[in-house]
């Protein structure tokens, strides 16, 4: 009996004991389950059929073709212009004469004023005054000038041009004036026509003068003139400079000139053919005034042919080379 009794108290341990040693979880804590994900809202709905597509309007119908272009084979031409019309004959009409200003103030203040308008526009006289050198050359006793003076307007002008050399208060070698009219060509060159009178060397020449200067492309200041002596001997002279500025006041300046005969002078030097060439580099600086402006430079001259044979014979130099100083002056 108390055997019995002792199994029947041990029989509920031993049971437990064989549950733990078969589930490896046995007396753990779980956390409690997650609720589960929420039903479907539309579980158990019927969806809607789609509604079916509109029918095409145009199936089943033939498009035409299109229709051909009423311009094709055509040549479109553009409007006309002023060279593609004929050139008339008829005089131009006369200029208006019924101004507004006339019926408001006196036609004869209307006519002063527009008198004064016209001048002011292109009708103004000016003059200038440019002594482009003025200066002594080293080695020698020597100076040169070469200048010129302009008076009138924009198209029609008198120019008055001269050069030389003479000895520092002593004898004058060479002196020439040219009195010219000088009518515009266009905005950079000006034909010239008048007359030119040699002083020295003697004896005297006077010479009809023809040429053209201007400004050519790349700012290069070219001239060229022929003249006619008294004599009947016909010459040339060619001339170029060209301003270089390497700042905004100092400024250099390459120059060449060129003389030419078509025939002998004996009585003045001159040569048939080239006769002489000057090429000269100055170094100007424009001071704060902007027209007077000092400057340096190197100079070389060189006669040639039958002029190189008559300066020889007189004992000149045929080739020199002199270092200048000396002014340039604007008005």
């Given amino acids: 009996m108390i055997r019995s009794a002792l199994a029947l108290a041990l029989a509920p341990t031993a049971l437990a004991s064989a549950a733990w040693a078969q589930d490896p979880h046995a007396g753990h804590h779980m956390p409690p389950a997650q609720p589960a994900a929420p039903a479907d809202p539309h579980a158990g709905h019927q969806m809607p059929a789609p509604t079916p597509a509109a029918p095409d309007p145009h199936a089943g119908h033939v498009m035409p073709a299109p229709s ?22 008829a005089a131009p009409p006369p200029p208006p004469t019924d101004r507004l ?96 009178q040699d002083f020295e060397p003697r004896p005297r020449r006077t010479y009809a003068a023809l040429g053209v200067e201007g400004l050519a492309p790349y700012w290069f200041e070219v001239g060229g003139t022929l003249f006619l002596s008294d004599e009947g001997d016909l010459s040339a002279r060619v001339e170029g400079s060209y301003d270089l500025r390497l700042t905004n006041r100092l400024i250099l300046q390459p120059a060449v000139e060129a003389n030419l005969a078509a025939s002998d002078d004996p009585a003045t030097g001159a040569g048939s053919g080239l006769s002489d060439v000057e090429l000269g580099l100055r170094l100007r600086y424009d001071l704060g005034l902007r027209n007077v402006a000092p400057y340096v430079g190197l100079e070389w001259e060189r006669k040639f042919g039958d002029t190189a044979d008559y300066a020889r014979a007189e004992g000149e130099h045929v080739e020199d080379t002199r270092l200048v100083a000396g002014l340039r002056l604007f008005f």
């Fill in 101 to 196: 200003a006339d019926k408001v103030w006196d036609v004869r203040a209307m006519d002063r004023a527009r008198a004064i308008l016209r001048t002011e526009h292109g009708g103004m006289t000016h003059w200038s005054l440019l002594l482009d050198r003025a200066e002594v050359r080293g080695g020698s006793d020597e100076m040169a000038w070469q200048g010129e003076y302009r008076f009138g307007g924009d198209v029609n002008r008198l120019v008055v041009k001269s050069e030389g050399e003479a000895e520092t208060g002593g004898d004058v070698h060479s002196a020439e004036v040219q009195a010219l009219w000088s009518r515009a060509l266009g905005p950079y060159f000006d034909v010239q026509a008048g007359v030119r």
């Fill in 68 to 89: 051909a272009d009423p311009h094709a084979g055509h040549v479109m031409t553009g409007p006309a212009k002023a060279a593609d019309l004929p050139v008339g004959s």
